[in-house]
């Protein structure tokens, strides 16, 4: 990919992310993920085989395959605090 299809901004560099991955309300967070990234707005673009990697990696987990660390995360509709 050589321009943004966001802004249309022609300079773009590889870069590692965070990508959060949720399929049925459910959550997996993967740090130093492969993207390429604009420079002007910081659109991030992922190639197909990262995104299925992930997936992949996703389904093994919900089928229970050990992570390396979990987390616990508080969850508020906003129109319970508003």
Not at 31 to 38: F, G, I, K, R, T
Not at 58 to 82: L, M, R, T, Y
Request: with cysteine.
């Amino acid at each position: 990919m050589k321009t943004c299809n966001f802004c249309g901004n022609k300079n773009m560099q590889q870069t590692f992310s965070e990508y959060t991955y949720k399929h049925d309300d459910k959550y997996m967070i993967f740090n130093n993920v492969p993207a390429l990234e604009c420079e002007f707005c910081k659109e991030k673009y992922y190639e197909a085989k990262v995104l299925k990697q992930i997936e992949k990696e996703f389904f093994a987990v919900q089928n229970g395959k050990k992570v390396s660390k979990k987390i616990s995360v508080p969850v508020e509709d906003f129109s319970d605090v508003a």
